[in-house]
C-alpha cells in the first residue's frame, strides 16, 4: 500500500509515498529487499544489523536484502575517484 509504512518483525519497512527524516543527525542508508519489494532507511550504524535481522528472519540467513545497489554504485564511484584510479585507467587506456 503505497503511502503508508508498514512494519515487518524483521524491521524491514514498506516506502512511504513521502519524504520523511531522521531524529538523529546520523547519515540513513537506503535497503531493499527486491524478494519482499520492501524499503527503508537506517542510521548507518544500525545497517548491518537491520540486514541481518531482516535476511535471518525472512530469506533464512541467505544475503536479500542488501543496501540499494545504486548507492552501493556511487560510494565505489567516489573511493575510486577519490583513489585516483580513474586517472589511471586514461592514462593507461
Known amino acids: 500500500m503505497l503511502g503508508e509504512a508498514s512494519v515487518t518483525p524483521e524491521g524491514i519497512y514498506r516506502a512511504p509515498a513521502s519524504i520523511w527524516t531522521m531524529s538523529t543527525d546520523e547519515p540513513s542508508v537506503p535497503i531493499v529487499c527486491t524478494e519482499c519489494e520492501t524499503e527503508t532507511r537506517v ?22 536484502a542488501e543496501v540499494d545497489p545504486a548507492l552501493k554504485d556511487q560510494l565505489a564511484d567516489l573511493v575510486a575517484e577519490d583513489l585516483g584510479l580513474f586517472e589511471e585507467e586514461e592514462t593507461t587506456g
Not at 49 to 59: F, I, P, T
Open 43 to 64: 542510521p548507518l550504524s544500525d545497517v548491518p544489523d537491520a540486514l541481518a535481522r531482516h535476511n535471518d528472519g525472512k530469506h533464512d540467513g541467505e544475503e536479500v
